[in-house]
Every structure is written in structure tokens, then in C-alpha cells.
């Protein structure tokens, strides 16, 4: 029989030295997300920004990328005050939901299938987070909008969807979350159960 099961992907090497370590709930990284992914979302990606050492994240994308680390260092500074804001703005993870609703389009840098979720509590600074997602320095994201207890920054035609659309149950969400362990950085591949079905119908018959 195929079978399609979820991937959860860890990249422990990115975490700092246990600064700021919370204690590790995948039922409630999954319960966060559960409501936030549409139909189209093939993967979710975890961040805990307040873990993340930037100095091995970037060497980690150069690798991945075959680029120069050079070439990604010239943000370092840049990229090191983003998160500093971030936190200041009292907020420490986020989630990047990947998906494949819509076509890339050439004015902004984010996938119109793809959208970030960020989680806020009652002293978030939701103007300040607002204003890093969507202010007048950062172009690619189209909209940003409260959207239960979380911020939403993507498209806008992505945000009417999660409000108008009963997200569909992703089975073993928990279970994605747990088997990457308490790790700063997370991609969980996720389809569908139709997504899985024709995963499965294209692939071939092993003996």
C-alpha cells in the first residue's frame, strides 16, 4: 500500500545556547497553526526567533543554497536588528505557511499561496509587529490584519480565504511537531488527504 505520511524536518544546528528556552508543547505549536492552514498549504515552517542564532542560520542557507556566505552576510546586521524589533514588539515565534494557491507575482517576494502567522499575547505590540511586516521599509508583504490571536501578513486575497474557508484537519500535525524535538527551526510537510491521493496515484509501483 502507498502511504503518504507527514515530514517533519529539525535543523538543530541553528540554536543559540539555550537562551530563552521555553518549555516544549507540540500539541500546542499544532494548536496554533491547526486553524491558520488552508486547503492549498503543502508545508509549515516554525521559528522560534528568540532561539535562532543567525551566524549558523545563515551559513546554514549558503550551504543549502550554494551561495556565498558573504553574499548573505552583507544583511547580517540588518537582519540581527529585525529580530531584536521582533522581540521588542513582544513577540517570539512565527509560522510560514507554504502553499500553492496562487502564482508568484513579480511586485512583492512572497508567494500569493503563502502567508506567516504570527502568535500574540495581551502585551504584543501589535502596531509595532504591524508596522515590521507591512511598514513603509518592507514592500513584499501586501497585507497585515489581526485574525483571532494572531497577526496574518501575506496577501489579501489569501487572508479573505482563512476567513471564509473551514481550514482542513491535518492529521499527525502533533505528532510532526514532537518527532523534531524542542528544536528552534521546523518544516513540516503536510498534504492533504487528496493531496496525498494523487501523490500516491503518481507514484510508481515498487516490487
Do not use: H
Not at 540554536?15 to 500546542?28: M, R
Not at 521588542?88 to 513579480?106: C, I, K, N, Q
Not at 502585551?123 to 489581526?146: H, S, V, Y
Request: hydrophobic share 45%.
Amino acid at each position: 500500500m502507498k502511504q503518504i505520511v507527514l515530514a517533519s524536518f529539525a535543523l538543530q544546528v541553528i540554536a543559540t545556547s539555550g537562551f530563552g528556552q521555553q518549555e516544549f508543547d507540540p500539541a500546542a505549536r499544532a494548536r496554533t497553526i491547526a486553524p491558520y492552514i488552508d486547503s492549498s498549504a503543502l508545508a509549515v515552517a516554525y521559528v522560534d526567533v528568540a532561539r535562532l542564532d543567525l551566524d549558523a542560520f545563515i551559513k546554514l542557507i549558503a550551504e543549502v543554497t550554494g551561495a556565498d556566505v558573504a553574499e548573505f552576510s552583507k544583511q547580517r546586521d540588518e537582519i540581527r536588528q529585525w529580530i531584536q524589533s521582533f522581540s521588542a514588539a513582544g513577540a517570539r515565534e512565527l509560522y510560514a505557511v507554504l502553499g500553492t494557491a496562487f502564482t508568484p507575482d513579480s511586485t512583492y517576494g512572497l508567494l500569493q499561496g503563502s502567508y506567516l502567522i504570527v502568535p500574540i499575547k495581551q502585551d504584543t505590540n501589535l502596531t509595532a509587529l504591524q508596522r515590521l511586516f507591512c511598514g513603509e521599509r518592507n514592500q513584499r508583504i501586501e497585507t497585515c490584519a489581526k485574525l483571532g490571536n494572531v497577526l496574518f501578513a501575506g496577501w489579501q486575497q489569501q487572508l479573505d480565504r482563512l476567513k471564509q474557508a473551514k481550514p482542513p484537519r491535518r492529521a499527525g500535525l502533533t505528532d510532526a511537531f514532537q518527532a523534531a524535538g524542542n528544536t528552534p527551526v521546523q518544516l513540516i510537510v503536510l498534504p492533504t488527504d487528496d493531496q496525498r491521493r494523487v501523490i500516491a496515484e503518481m507514484m510508481p509501483s515498487l516490487p
